[in-house]
């Protein structure tokens, strides 16, 4: 296969056997032809994002494919990401070529979620989208899209199984962070049987599942102790708004004055969400240029996907966010409206 020297037919849709299946072949046939492969997340990655890309790069990896990782930046791992095995090994997302011969794009809900890095879909010879939103709209020559996977890196493991890749604790580390990550420990209404029959085989690897644990939930630098105290005391209740709405606010600025990168602020929104008397959790993370990050999280009363999509956003049921360029009282504004609609 040779980049850009073929015009591939339009996107089709495909149940999840076959999509599963033909992509497990367009990139074995990747492998055995040696050729090249550009595998990215989404901006800002989580370790749903990370841990996929990581993978399924190993895999192909260790079936020939040349492979290169990387994300849309500028992008700093935080701590609690870059122990993955196999980040090390990211490169620069002006590194890759313009052409691959196939583009990978993984737990990215849409092509603005890839960044610099979307043109690729159209330029690579084969495109394939591996995602689990809801709010995905189908993009992509060839779509591995499940909205009822609690995380991207359940449909990488089905994709290894079709190349013929043996877990071991590598890649069982990769899959079991995004997992973990993206079921809150288990914890969230996504999380099917199968989801813990994918853990007890990636648990049965020898990976070290607490220190896995420990280093995505229970590690944090001491200045988080200062932030959390600030932005819980500002936490607004207003019971009324849909199904009981809380929220809160903070700024990469302020996580910096407690010596923190803007990164830190992810972890707020799983905070404030164990508010009782609310359905829907809100953060609200004030960016550089003057937007807001609004990150959103739902009891299971309200599907906040929806919520996100009408204002610009997108994500889970349960999960979602978006980005809003007003201030902070006219985003609060723009939310309650739609709360108070559904």
Sequence with gaps: MS??????????????????????????????????????GHVQPDADALGSTLALAEGLRRRGARVLATFPGPFTLPASLGWIPGAEGLVPSDSVPASPDVFVSLDAASPGRLGELAPLLERAATSVVVDHHASNPGFGRLRVVDPTAPATVTLVAD??????????????????????????????????????ELAA????????????????FDTA???????????????TLE?????????????????????????????????????????????????PDGSWTVSMRSRGGT?????????????????????SHLDREGTVAALRDQLRGR
Aim: charged fraction near 20%; hydrophobic fraction near 45%.
């Design 159 to 196: 994709l290894l199984d079709g190349l013929g890749v043996t877990l071991d604790r590598h890649l069982a580390t990769c899959l079991y962070a995004g997992l973990a990550a993206d079921t809150g420990s288990f914890r969230f209404g996504s999380t099917r049987p199968e989801t813990h």
């Design 239 to 287: 019971p009324d708004v849909g199904a009981g709405l809380v929220w809160t606010w903070s700024s990469a600025a302020e996580a910096g004055e407690h010596g923190l990168a803007g990164e830190q602020l992810e972890a707020l929104v799983d905070v404030i969400r164990a508010t009782e008397e609310a359905d829907v959790a809100c953060v609200l993370k004030g960016q």
């Design 221 to 235: 630098p001491f200045g988080w102790l200062g932030l959390l105290s600030v932005v819980t005391g500002r936490a």
């Design 201 to 216: 085989r990636l648990l049965s690897t020898g990976i070290d599942h607490a220190a896995i644990s420990r280093r995505l």
């Design 303 to 323: 599907d906040v996907a929806q919520v996100a999509m009408a204002l610009g956003g997108g994500g889970h049921r349960a999960a979602a966010g978006y980005t």
């Design 3 to 40: 980049a850009g020297t073929t015009t591939p037919p339009e996107p089709v849709d495909a149940d999840l056997t076959e999509a599963l299946r033909a992509a497990s072949e367009v990139l074995a046939n990747a492998a055995d032809a040696r050729a090249t492969v550009v595998l990215s």
